[in-house]
C-alpha cells in the first residue's frame, strides 16, 4: 500500500497568513493526489484534484502543486471559514489512502 | 439538488451484522463508481470499498475483506454496504463518496460525500 504521509499534524494561524501542508507518498503517483477540507461534525469536501485543480466553486485562494511524491496545499490570505482539517489522499492504485490530516487552528 | 444520503447505522453488538444504505439523486447514479469510506471517532479518514458503476467490480480494504458486501441497484439509485462480524475497532462514521468519472474507471478523486452515518460497536 501507498503511505500518505502530512506535516505538520497542526499549524496554528491567523486570519490573513499563508498557509502550507505538505503531503508525501511512500512512491510515486503522479499527479493523483486530491486535497479535502473537513470542517468539525460535517463530511470532508473536496478542494483539488490532480494535484493541482480546483473543485468547482473552491474560491482560488487555495492551490495545490507537486508531482512524484510530494505536494503541497497552499491557503493564500487564511478566512476564518478555512480553519478546518484538511486531509491528502492519493487515487493512484487500490487502496486509495489519506494522510493522517493537518488541523489548522487559530492562533 | 445533487446529494448522497446515508442511513442504517446504529449501535449494535460485536459480532453481529448491520447493512447500511447511500440513496443518489441529482445525478445519473448507474453512470458512476462508488465508494464507502470511514472516520473513526476522533481520527482521520479510511477507504472501505468500491463497487463499480454496474458492480461488475469490486474491492475491499484487508481490514473488512471477508466481513463487509458492498452491492447497488441502479433502478433505485441506492448503495449498500453488508457489515457482518462486526468488531469494536469498526465503531466510525461511514460515508458513501462517488468518483467524478463516467464509466467504467473506479478510482479517483472524491467530488461528493454524503453526510455518513455512524456505527457504534459496542457491548
Known amino acids: 500500500d501507498i503511505q500518505m504521509t502530512q506535516s505538520p499534524s497542526s499549524v496554528s494561524a491567523s486570519v490573513g497568513d499563508r498557509v502550507t501542508i505538505t503531503c508525501r507518498a511512500s512512491q510515486a503517483i503522479s499527479d493523483y493526489l486530491a486535497w479535502y477540507q473537513q470542517r468539525p461534525g460535517k463530511a470532508p469536501k473536496s478542494l483539488i484534484y490532480?494535484?493541482?485543480i480546483l473543485q468547482s466553486g473552491v474560491p482560488s485562494r487555495f492551490s495545490g502543486s507537486g508531482s512524484g511524491t510530494d505536494f503541497t496545499l497552499t491557503i493564500r490570505s487564511l478566512q476564518p471559514e478555512d480553519f478546518a482539517t484538511y486531509y491528502c489522499?492519493?487515487?493512484?492504485?487500490?487502496?486509495?489512502?489519506f494522510g493522517g490530516g493537518t488541523k489548522v487552528e487559530i492562533k | 439538488q445533487v446529494s448522497l444520503v446515508e442511513s442504517g447505522g446504529g449501535v449494535v453488538q460485536p459480532g453481529r451484522s448491520l447493512s447500511l444504505s447511500c440513496a443518489a439523486s441529482?445525478?445519473?447514479?448507474?453512470?458512476?463508481?462508488m465508494h464507502w469510506v470511514r472516520q473513526a471517532p476522533g481520527k482521520g479518514l479510511e477507504w472501505v470499498a468500491v463497487i463499480s458503476y454496474d458492480g461488475g467490480f469490486k474491492d475491499y480494504a484487508d481490514d473488512v475483506e471477508g466481513r463487509f458486501t458492498i452491492s447497488r441497484d441502479n433502478s433505485k439509485n441506492m448503495m449498500y454496504l453488508q457489515m457482518n462480524s462486526l468488531r469494536p475497532d469498526d465503531t466510525a462514521i461511514y460515508y458513501c463518496?462517488?468518483?467524478?468519472?463516467?464509466?467504467?474507471?473506479?478510482?479517483?478523486?472524491?467530488?461528493?460525500w454524503g453526510r455518513g452515518t455512524l456505527v457504534t460497536v459496542s457491548s
Open positions: 490532480a494535484t493541482s
Open positions: 489522499q492519493h487515487y493512484k492504485s487500490y487502496p486509495p489512502t
Open positions: 441529482g445525478f445519473t447514479f448507474r453512470s458512476y463508481a
Open positions: 463518496a462517488r468518483v467524478p468519472i463516467f464509466g467504467v474507471v473506479t478510482l479517483g478523486n472524491f467530488d461528493l
